[in-house]
């Protein structure tokens, strides 16, 4: 019996008596340097099991200078696609003296004809494949299920239903005898909700009679969710929407209603109480030290396994509610209603996790009038640096007059920026695209939106320029584990984020999509045809790979800043580097992969847009 290593997946798939077959089954077998261990078209024997050394991947259509398209190491498999499709697409060559185990093709047959779960494993799309990773990566699964597949109906309470003529003293009565905070209105035509405060403002501040109905105070514009629903989408629409409960319908049937300090109960880790703490934040210094929490709850995000998806969501919500307190801190009331802060770039998308540079740009309505406009954002710009948010090296931010303009003035950018077509306006275009509301009038942002669609979307050769930039940088397919030094990595922003994310920005500006997110987008563009459901699915979870990775070096650069000085870590070329070396076998796969749908998407896109020809 072959002593050999199988607690990683796939092999994790198989039980104990499935890895005795395999370990009984197997031989291993040597390969000298630049020996073809299989070739292009050659049926599959074997399933090859790399115990030391390293094999090339090789499409031999492509032009030697690019035909190596990947590269495996001690751990990883090689062979399987082929048995599945009866001969090998690609060709395998040693690039040292290599020891492989050799699984042979009957044993692997019969492997996944008994296990089907290590059967689907070569057979899934990337988006299966991830969750294994994902599921992999939990520590403690009880932990991460908990976080994650909590819903609604674990954490409402009983909905406590008054008529609308009931009055103010019968309400208070109900709340005290039930120890509950809020109640629910009943009209002929909606639910309202009062709460406690609204009573106490009602009869001490507006003076209202004991004997007045409730429906004079309540709350109409009600902010709803399913029970069905995961409890973590709760927070994030509490933390989106300003808003202290939820309540719960079900086919338009009155459920129960979902406090605040039930989900931060809920979720034991006191990391989640950074939403309480911001919205609780009554002053700078309050907010500026609920906001430098924010990277301990990433850790905590992470460490539980928390899917990336509902980590960009929640603190994408938490850093807009965080610049919107800024915002109230420091701009009077009277001016809010007649502008609106935006803000653009992985912030507006809702993608920048951790805190990076601030991108951001105010819209004016039109006859505005403002004395001292450009001190009031000199100010803004400061306070956003005193929370965390460094300033923009290409100074995009509200402190910079050209980034502080009226609607008027924005539509008429637009139309200047579309004619030119130049390097720089397509980039101001792209981040006017995913410019996202965050405090003031977000009615003035759709409207010059909308004059952006108006101009761009049908412009077949604006989209042409514009779509030509997701190509700027190579995929770097050639560069596994062919670096000179380790530590140099591969840039995945250059390689892997950017061509999905403005891939996906170019096909959103044609089809006049709204969303900003990528994964929105996304969902829109299959939604509407434009990509297949499964490889939109794909494209995703490559985007969502790479951003993880690339957290992951973010993390580390934070935790050696203190040593380094370094201002900004996050910021850095380092924290966009990947040292594939260090992956794990099944995280080197599914990079692998990745990296082939991202040539896939830029080779759709070339035809799309005739880019081959430009």
């Known amino acids: 019996m072959v002593d050999v290593d199988l607690s990683q997946l ?159 003293a019968n309400a208070v009565k109900q709340l005290n005898e039930s120890h509950a905070d809020s109640l629910l209105v009943e009209t002929r035509d909606t639910l309202g909700m009062v709460t406690k405060t609204d009573l106490l403002n009602a009869l001490v501040l507006k003076g209202s009679a004991v004997t007045s109905p409730v429906d004079e105070i309540a709350h109409f514009n009600l902010v709803t969710a399913a029970p069905d629903q995961y409890l973590f989408e709760v927070l994030v629409l509490m933390t989106r929407h300003k808003v202290a409960r939820v309540v719960v319908m079900e086919q338009n049937v009155l459920k129960g209603v979902v406090e605040l300090t039930d989900v931060l109960s809920f979720f034991s880790s006191r990391s989640y109480v950074v939403s309480l703490q911001v919205e609780q934040a009554t002053s700078l210094e309050a907010l500026s030290a609920a906001s430098q929490r924010t990277p301990e709850l990433v850790k905590a995000l992470m460490a539980q396994g928390v899917k990336l998806r509902f980590a960009m969501d929640l603190l994408a919500a938490l850093n807009g509610r965080i610049i919107s307190k800024a915002w109230e801190f420091t701009i009077d009331e009277r001016y809010r209603e007649q502008s609106c802060m935006m803000v653009m770039g992985s912030e507006g998308r809702g ?14 309505a039109d006859e505005t009038q403002w004395p001292d406009l450009a001190s009031h954002m000199q100010t803004l710009t400061d306070t956003l640096i005193q929370l965390g948010y460094p300033p923009c090296p290409g100074n995009i931010m509200v402190s910079n007059p050209e980034w502080v303009a009226t609607v008027s003035q924005w539509k008429g950018n637009i139309a ?115 990509l297949d459901r499964r490889f939109a699915d794909d494209l995703g979870e490559a985007l969502a790979l790479f951003s993880e990775l690339r957290l992951k070096q973010q993390l580390r650069a934070l935790e050696t800043s203190s040593e380094t000085k370094e201002a900004n870590p996050q910021n850095g070329s380092r924290a966009n580097r990947v040292v594939v070396q260090n992956l794990s076998s099944l995280e080197r796969d599914l990079l692998r992969e990745a990296m082939h749908i991202v040539k896939d998407f830029k080779q759709r896109l070339s035809h799309r847009y005739h880019l081959e020809y430009s």
């Open 10 to 168: 796939p092999f994790t798939l198989l039980d104990d008596e499935g890895r005795d077959h395999i370990r009984r089954g197997i031989d291993l077998a040597y390969f000298d340097r630049d020996e073809v261990i299989l070739e292009t078209g050659q049926a599959g024997e074997f399933v090859f099991l790399i115990h030391k050394g390293e094999v090339a991947e090789i499409d031999p259509t492509l032009p030697s200078s690019t035909s190596r398209i990947g590269h495996y190491t001690a751990g990883d498999l090689f062979g399987a696609i082929s048995i599945l499709n009866g001969k090998s697409r690609y060709r395998f060559k040693a690039e040292q003296e290599c020891l492989c185990y050799l699984l042979p093709k009957a044993l692997f047959q019969q492997l996944c004809r008994h296990y089907p779960d290590f059967n689907n494993f070569f057979r899934q799309s990337l988006t299966h494949k991830a969750r294994l990773l994902t599921e992999k990566r939990a520590e403690g699964g009880v932990t991460m299920a908990g976080f994650m597949l909590a819903k609604v109906s674990e954490c409402m309470r009983e909905p406590l239903l008054v008529a609308a003529a009931t009055d103010i």
């Open 416 to 530: 200047k920026w579309a004619r030119e077509r130049d390097g720089d306006s397509l980039m101001k275009l792209a981040i006017m695209l995913d410019a996202h509301a965050v405090a003031g009038n977000p009615n003035l942002l759709e409207s010059v939106r909308n004059e952006l669609f108006e101009r761009c979307s049908n412009d077949e050769l604006l989209l042409s320029y514009f779509a030509r930039t997701a190509l700027r940088f190579s995929t770097p397919l050639t560069l596994f584990g062919s670096l000179k030094k380790p530590q140099h990595g591969i840039d995945i922003k250059k390689g892997g984020i950017f061509p999905i994310v403005h891939g996906v920005r170019t096909m959103a500006l044609e089809r006049r999509i709204k969303a900003t997110s990528t994964l929105d987008r996304l969902d829109a563009l299959a939604a509407d045809g434009r």
């Open 351 to 364: 993608e920048q996790i951790l805190k990076t540079d601030q991108d951001n740009g105010l819209i004016l």
